[in-house]
């Protein structure tokens, strides 16, 4: 096997420190040469200062570089990254699908990029129209009646969704200080219950990966004011007893809240609403393919019951006569008296929204019902072609994801963390690892419905290859992987042991 | 449809691999009385012209800031994006990846986000920047619980100064924990006396500046007077352009600075998405939320970058996190590096005293109206006027003569009858002296 850098075992010392194609790239901070700048800004009129004495005396060391330098430099940086455009991207729970380029296109037209927040509601009918269609859309496929549009990201949606449970709670007078949360749940659930004031109580998984009827119900009472559960679960396991979870939950006064970071599974399959939760955060940047952007921005709109509804965050888009009118502010004529305030700032992510809205209809509603099963199919093929060779957490058939552990790594010497790295060699983004927690060195496989046979194919041919390695012992390879990437295994625990969050350097004086 | 590769005898062979004969048989969880027969009631799949057509008609029924003269901030401000930016962050490898989890073939965004963090540290004055939050209202809600943190007190006081939408989320996100939030009244005819309000119990002191009425505020004396007794001072930016030109909070002793980016490199998008900056000192980084990214070496000893500190984050600490918050504005944080890469120190600083410039002379004209008084003794490129009736109308009437013309306090501070007459007027660089004179002539004939 050929390796770049090397010859005959030797490293291949380049003397401009570039390989080939992978050129190394300075900070911009190190690029800097004083005076230079990369924009051409007419002469500023002279007048007399209003800055009421604030004028800036240091200089701010930020670096002159020329446009052909930036365009370089962010290329060049470009070049170093795995990308869902490039290859396969098998994320668990992260639902790496394609990001179609018309979306791109849309969000940039002027009629929403160029709009500002505060314009008046006549000048951006609009956009208020793609609001309240996407919101329709989002209420159709989920079989709620209602939706808060504005939060930024999935965290935010159940930061905004808690809040309404408190909310409705404290509204009838009914403190309650306890949400239940599964071991398998995602980190940030118990997060926003703390933010919210909740103490947090973990429900254990039953063998099968689904939370355990029997020891939620005695964890409920009437103390309990949620339950926060994820269904598809971060195990890749629709919640089966699910109803029945909602009846109980409902019987002790409580409120369901469902992470629905994996509705991408079952959008068109099935209808949340009618499985008896009370609220779930949508992520349109997993589910809707608005793109992660390296790690975001993000937006999560979340969907609520009936008793939830009025307490929802502020602004929100009402139908008035004919037009559109944008509520921001509590308002007994509104019905907006009993919202619980405000998340952020202006409107919601627009971006965002016309990004789904425009992958929505491309897709339409039997394009939507054909992506879930295809996620599924393409999830429960791989799972099907591994778990001869790897080690299935749960018995199948998954959701649009298959769980598999490091059983089948014991005694082998080689770590999930090492197994991981070499599918980087092999041309792959690694799958998620080390969650959920619910199982030893967990390895979460999301393909997604963007992915061909072919490409499938590849994949398992490539994890096979590399379950068979391991268990031959090779594990120097392992343990030396990446070897082929753009750069080998970073250390982290330097990193976070003496943390180094800004370049240093000597600030030169700009000259003009 | 075109975004699904599966042929008919794909989907057959790998049911057959699967060893089902139906895909419905792996939807067996599903409780079958759930489970949908067929696709909902909704329109069916359309090709990309036809999507097209339909979402260019909806935009067709808004009026572009660019299409008019547009005098439009608080909190969001139209500035001219070098094309090169838009190119940048449209690169499959930047817009089509996930948080660099995986740092071997992550670098790219890795070290556009340790540049980034070194940006914002270098405008703010301050030693250490996260790598962004979801916009500055978060960001200002999150200054405060990491405030709150740090002193383990249970107050903020926050100036009336602050945008409404930044005390509104910070109001919502402490109003289920032990904790007061303290709303000083909007008035742009007085200085709120801060100092006095800082008790044993304040965790911190939120100033905006500039604030939203557009006043500077020269940021010592709180600091000082928050430091005597024991509380952070939370400095809040909300046009980033103004630190090319005035003292930076971090300069005036602030602890936490924290603001929008916007302005730089992003459009506007109707209100989102933007990217919150936070940014603060070494000694509190511990105590800092959101993503962060480090400097490391590799096995070969190259440097590069990782996301560190994740001791501080939801997916280890769980509960005890600092900070629900996982994502962050990743692509619009590339956007702000680039703009800010092509700008550097000479065009920050141009950009900044043109938009001085701008709203100076556009500030003159508009005295010398009848009827319009502008409130200011100070401002970087925004300033209140007063006109002689309901700022509102006065808007909706400009809008028939192609003007944008600001923001009606009254939008913002509804509950306040004596501030209907005030109207938040912005002027950038991409004003020109056409719009200023159409905006002059507009009002002049409207009032």
């Not at chain 2, 190259?302 to 918050?325: C, D, W």
Request: aromatic share 6%; with cysteine.
């Amino acid at each position: 096997m050929a390796k770049p850098g090397m010859n005959n075992g030797q490293t291949i010392e380049t003397s401009s420190g570039h390989r080939g194609l992978d050129l190394a790239e300075p900070l911009i901070f190190e690029l800097d040469a004083p005076g230079r700048c990369g924009v051409d800004l007419p002469e500023p009129s002279q007048v007399s200062s209003r800055l009421g004495g604030l004028e800036r005396q240091a200089p701010i060391g930020l670096p002159g570089l020329s446009e052909p330098q930036v365009v370089r430099h962010f290329v060049r940086l470009s070049r170093n990254n795995f990308a869902i455009d490039a290859g396969l991207y098998p994320l668990g729970s992260c639902t790496m699908k394609h990001n179609p380029r018309l979306n791109e296109k849309l969000a940039r037209l002027p009629g929403f990029a160029d709009l500002h927040p505060m314009q008046p509601v006549e000048t951006v009918q609009g956009a208020l129209e793609l609001i309240d269609t996407l919101a329709d859309w989002l209420l159709t496929l989920t079989g709620m009646p209602a939706v808060a549009m504005s939060p930024a990201a999935g965290a935010h949606g159940e930061l905004c969704g808690l809040m309404c449970i408190r909310a409705a709670l404290e509204a009838r007078g009914d403190a309650r200080e306890v949400v239940l949360v599964p071991t398998s749940a995602h980190g940030t659930n118990p997060a926003t219950a703390a933010i919210c004031g909740y103490r947090i109580e973990e429900i254990p998984a039953d063998d099968r990966g689904r939370v355990d009827l029997s020891a939620l119900k005695e964890k409920l009472g009437p103390h309990v004011a949620a339950i926060m559960l994820t269904n598809p679960s971060t195990c890749g396991l629709f919640e089966n007893q699910i109803v029945e979870i909602a009846q109980a939950v409902h019987d002790a006064g409580a409120y369901f809240y469902c992470d629905g970071a994996n509705f991408n599974a079952i959008v068109g399959k099935v209808r949340p609403g009618d499985l008896g939760i009370d609220c779930m955060h949508l992520n349109l940047h997993k589910t809707f393919s608005t793109p992660h952007g390296g790690g975001g921005p993000g937006s999560g709109p979340v969907v609520l019951a009936e008793a939830l509804a009025p307490f929802a965050p502020l602004p929100m888009v009402r139908r008035d006569g004919d037009g559109l009118a944008l509520v921001e502010q509590k308002s007994e004529a509104e019905g907006t008296a009993a919202s619980f305030g405000r998340l952020k700032g202006f409107h919601g992510q627009m971006g965002m929204f016309v990004r789904a809205l425009a992958f929505m209809l491309s897709h339409g509603a039997d394009g939507l019902r054909q992506a879930s099963e295809d996620a599924v199919l393409n999830a429960n093929y791989v799972l099907a072609r591994l778990q001869d060779l790897l080690s299935l957490s749960f018995p199948g058939p998954c959701m649009h994801e298959a769980l598999f552990d490091d059983g089948f790594l014991k005694d082998t010497g080689v770590s999930t963390l090492d197994f991981a790295k070499a599918m980087i060699d092999e041309g792959f983004h690694p799958m998620t690892m080390y969650f959920p927690l619910v199982v030893s060195g967990a390895m979460l496989i999301e393909p997604t419905e963007s992915e061909s046979k072919d490409s499938l194919d590849q994949f398992i041919a490539s994890m096979r290859h590399l379950a068979e390695r391991a268990r031959r012992g090779d594990v120097d390879y392992f343990a030396g992987a990446p070897h082929l990437a753009p750069y080998r295994r970073l250390d982290e625990t330097r990193a976070a042991r003496h943390p180094v969050l800004r370049w240093r350097g000597d600030v030169k004086e700009a000259a003009e | 449809m075109r975004y699904l590769p599966h042929t008919p005898a794909d989907r057959q062979a790998m049911l057959a691999a699967i060893g089902v004969d139906r895909i419905d048989e792996l939807f067996v969880d599903v409780p079958a009385q759930a489970l949908l027969p067929k696709a909902l009631d909704l329109p069916n799949h359309a090709g990309e012209m036809a999507v097209e057509q339909n979402l260019a008609a909806l935009a067709a029924r808004n009026v572009p800031a660019g299409a008019a003269a547009c005098f439009l901030g608080a909190g969001a401000y139209r500035h001219y994006v070098p094309a090169a930016v838009d190119h940048l962050i449209q690169r499959s490898e930047f817009l089509t990846a996930y948080t660099p989890y995986q740092p071997e073939v992550s670098q790219g965004t890795l070290q556009y986000l340790f540049e980034f963090q070194t940006q914002v540290a270098l405008l703010t004055g301050m030693e250490v920047a996260n790598a962004s939050m979801y916009d500055g209202a978060s960001a200002c809600a999150e200054a405060v619980l990491m405030a709150h943190r740090v002193t383990k007190r249970n107050k903020a006081v926050l100036c009336g100064g602050l945008h409404p939408h930044y005390a509104d989320a910070t109001a919502t996100v402490t109003q289920f924990i032990n904790f007061d939030v303290d709303r000083r009244p909007a008035d742009p005819s007085v200085a709120d006396d801060l100092a006095a309000l800082i008790d044993d119990d304040t965790a911190c002191v939120v100033v905006q500046t500039p604030d939203l009425f557009g006043r500077l505020h020269d940021l010592r004396p709180l600091a000082e007077a928050a430091h005597a007794k024991g509380a952070l001072l939370v400095a809040v930016v909300t046009e980033f352009v103004s630190l090319g030109a005035v003292t930076s909070p971090g300069e005036m002793g602030a602890d936490i600075v924290v603001g929008e980016g916007q302005s730089i490199g992003n459009a506007l998008n109707f209100g989102g998405p933007y990217l919150g900056l936070f940014a603060t000192r070494q000694k509190f980084v511990r105590q800092m939320p959101g993503r962060v990214c480090g400097e490391t070496v590799d096995v070969e000893g190259r440097r590069g970058y990782v996301l560190t500190l994740s001791t501080r984050e939801q997916h280890i600490r769980r509960e005890k996190a600092t900070s629900n918050i996982c994502t962050n504005s990743g692509l619009c944080c590339l956007a702000f590096c680039a703009h800010l890469a092509l700008l550097g120190e000479v065009g920050l600083r141009r950009l900044a005293q043109l938009n001085h410039g701008r709203a100076v002379e556009l500030a003159e004209q508009l005295t010398a109206l009848d009827g319009v008084d502008v409130l200011n003794d100070s401002f970087f490129n925004e300033f209140t006027l007063r006109l002689p009736r309901p700022a509102a109308e006065v808007v909706s009437d400009l809008v028939g003569h192609g003007v944008l013309a600001g923001v009606p306090v009254s939008r913002l501070h509804p509950d306040d009858p004596g501030l209907d007459n005030l109207l938040l007027v912005a002027a950038t660089e991409t004003n020109s002296d056409e719009d200023v004179a159409v905006f002059i002539d507009a009002l002049r004939e409207v009032l």
